[in-house]
């Protein structure tokens, strides 16, 4: 159990299209390991190296620091029984908790409305990205949903500063509420109500930032920054969510360069989020999840990995417990999953569950739908 | 021209097309209303989108497998077909014979599902439930590939029931038992699809249909009061003449085309709200044996239609919002970059076309508005109406402009109103728009620099019009 004198605040970033968890956490020692990747293995000189048996991909040094803090809990084996191998539907299940059905509510949907249930600030959760990502769905959560920080907003095509104020005072009017309208109507008003304010206190993030680190050009290094810009304009934002471009971690073909580019992107801008929180003295209060929706084959097909089943997940924070977690999944062929996949042994709900009752102190049990075991990991 | 001949055309290609630009809604007001609904029913009768040269200008949509690709193609055919109650159509049928790549996870597929849909979608209703039946991607999303003589899955069978025919109830009673369910789904056994080779490393083949009597329950079955060694045809004979069919099939297209309903779970003990309406619908379903296009040429024609009342009455899909913007202001009319990006505004909007978020399909009506998917739908709407650089919304200020040398502000919003609709806007909002009109006087268009002023006033005023709550509505 975590104590902080602030209100814990939850990042997530999402690495879609199933991340290769066996080129990333290396059980370099191991004979299987050089069997099932001829093309692809990691050379053992090139592993950065976490023990005796397991290391790094060689482009993750900037995550090695926070495990030799003490700060980076790895979670081996992850996954869900009976996994699906479609990524739209695998993550899915990561999203509502829903092996067995199709569900419409999302586990931070849920615990959202638990941390504000009258949907008080409208601010509460945020995402960084176009469309909501079916984690943060739940009926009278109104969750932001930001493409760009920079110019985020109503009306965002007016050009002319004064111009686009004039029309958004006219749109203020406008939704402003009034009597003898149409439920519909009155609804869509204070929807657009909230949409404007929501707007109006982001707008505000990127004036109050100051900062002396530089995060990459790319996808993920923007959002992490809109997402420390957030976290640092104290807007009381609880969860702040972003996900990797869209299937960029599917790696079939060519994955030798693009694996490290993704992870080197991934790690430096970690490094980055990290130091730029700390430098203002707001990382005490912050974990970050990082998961995929399923790891990869165990055996390469010559220059990419297929989809496979137990991948590897991770949480940064100050708060905590670095460590490995779960086991390393076996790769004997008895051992396997069907079809030549790691066999998960932490079901993700498990993550989720400390998640919520030991950075939250919520109930997990009706968010995550069942009692899961906790990772000690906070 | 009569305003109020524009106001109703405008209002039938709302809902039975993606809108129209104005220049297409007067020339169909000069064609007549009648005529009009006679061409949207009868589209075997004239050209539609040439596939031949589309695949030219686009190979990339032949086939595709890529779900993106078969979005995009589904999109360029609601802006551009000139067919559009049969795009319209293959919305309606995927927004209730719901299956989703999701789980199909082969974009070619869901490709097919909606060509089937466009092709038959205002057919005979026995003979589409036969096709949907036999979809390929229908029998794998709802498992009947899964369900066997010796070991029964009944989603396929339920959700048949409950969802893609009968509805739950009506009229406060239930429309069909678990016995019923059962027996479906055992009439449905064998009903397979032939075994699909592996995706990796050739990529996906097309599915097929496969009947397997080996493994169809040949036993005795009594659905719905009936008993025989029924198959999965005969259950659908019997739902076919099921005055709860007519009623789902009724209501549906009621909601779909006139005005929003209540959320489908609520069928059963709500009853509709303009039941002679319903009745009508009912009574062309069984008089024409089933035909859906004969429905629709009762809902088209009829009063309740036509009615003021229900105009503005339906809040626009997220596809709808984006097709009907792009329509109005004649944007990707013909093949142009940058589309690909507008397919994926639907999703933003919180519709991920073929993908519905389950088998229950979409939350419509007012549920399509959040605080996240207002914001995208306003944006959207706003650039392009305002954009006075596009000749689809130049036109528009050239209309404006013939209606006078000078206008008064008043003139001017007034005017603004009726060229991006008609619209009808609440008393407030006519006084607000009003008001910011005033602040900038009266609006003249002799010189370059007051035409130019004038073409900048009136892209403002149409991105305030494309911000209204009311421009969220059909």
Known sequence: MVSTQKDPVLAVLSLSGGNDGLNTVIPYANPLYRDYRPKLGIAEGQVIPLNDELGFHPTMGPLKKFWDEGKLAIFLGVGYNNPSYSHFRSMDIWHTCEPDKIGTEGWLGRALKEIDPNAENVLTGVNFGRGLPRALVMDGVPVASVGNLETYGLLTGIEGENQRDQALDVFGRMYSPAVGRSAVLDYIHSTGTNALKGADILATAPDKYTSNVEYSSTVVGQYMKNIAQTHLAEFGSRVLYTTSPYNGFDTHANQAVLHSGLWSDVSNNVETFMADLKDHDASDNVVLLMFTEFGRRIGDNGSGTDHGAGGVAFAVGDHVKGGIYGEYPSLEPSQQEEGGNLRFNTDFRSIYTTIIEDWFRMDAQPIVGGSYEKVKFL | ?474
């Open chain 2, 1 to 474: 021209m009569a305003d109020q001949d524009v106001a109703l055309m405008a209002h039938l290609l709302r809902r039975a097309a993606f809108g129209a630009s104005r220049d297409e809604i007067e020339a169909k007001v000069a064609q007549g209303y009648d005529n009009v609904v006679e061409e949207l029913l009868t589209p075997q009768e004239r050209p539609g989108i040439e596939d031949d040269l589309l695949m030219r200008y686009q190979p990339a949509y032949h086939e595709a497998a890529a779900i993106e690709t078969n979005i995009q193609a589904w999109v360029y055919r609601m802006i551009n077909n000139p067919r559009q109650l049969q795009e319209k159509m293959a919305l309606f049928w995927h927004m209730i014979f719901c299956a989703g790549h999701s789980k199909i996870d082969s974009g070619q597929e869901m490709g097919r599902m909606i060509q089937m849909f466009r092709d038959h979608g205002m057919g005979n209703f026995r003979d589409l439930l036969y096709r949907l039946s036999t979809s390929p991607a229908m029998v794998y999303y709802l498992d009947n590939n899964e369900s066997h003589k010796e070991a029964l899955n009944e989603n396929y069978g339920r959700e048949l029931l409950e969802l893609f025919s009968l509805g739950v109830g009506k009229d406060e009673e239930f429309n069909y038992s678990e016995d019923d369910v059962k027996a479906c789904a055992r009439a449905f056994t064998g009903w397979n699809i032939a075994p699909p080779y592996p995706p990796f490393p050739y990529g996906r083949s097309p599915w097929d249909f496969r009947f397997d009597p080996a493994d169809h329950d040949d036993s005795e079955k009594t659905f719905l009061g009936e008993t025989g060694n029924l198959n999965g045809d005969d259950v659908l004979d019997i739902i076919a003449r099921q005055p709860a069919t007519a009623r789902f099939l009724a209501r549906h297209l009621y909601n779909y085309f006139v005005a929003d309903d209540v959320q489908i779970p609520a069928w059963r003990l709500t009853p509709p709200a303009d039941m002679a309406a319903i009745d009508a619908l009912e009574q062309a379903y069984f008089d024409s044996g089933y035909e859906i296009s004969a429905m629709l040429r009762v809902l088209f024609n009829s009063d309740f239609f036509k009615a003021e009342g229900v105009r503005y009455a339906k809040v626009k899909n997220p596809a709808e919002m984006v097709v009907s913007t792009l329509r109005m202001v004649g944007e990707h009319r013909e093949i142009q970059p940058g589309l690909f990006e507008l397919s994926q505004e639907p999703k933003y909007m919180g519709m991920d076309l073929m993908n519905p978020p389950t088998v229950e399909g979409w939350h419509t009506g007012r549920e399509w508005i959040d605080s996240g998917t207002l914001v995208e739908r306003i944006n959207f709407a706003s650039d392009l109406l305002g954009n006075t650089e596009l000749p689809g919304v130049q036109s528009l200020v050239d209309r404006l402009m013939a209606r006078g040398d000078t206008l008064t502000p008043d003139q001017f919003v007034e005017g603004c109103l009726d060229l991006t609709g008609p619209l009808t806007v609440t008393d407030d909002t006519l006084t607000e728009l009003r008001s910011h009109a005033l602040k900038g006087g009266d609006l003249s268009h002799g010189s370059p620099a007051e035409r130019a002023d004038f073409a900048r006033r009136t892209g403002e005023m149409f991105q305030m019009i494309a911000a209204t709550a009311e421009f969220q509505f059909e």
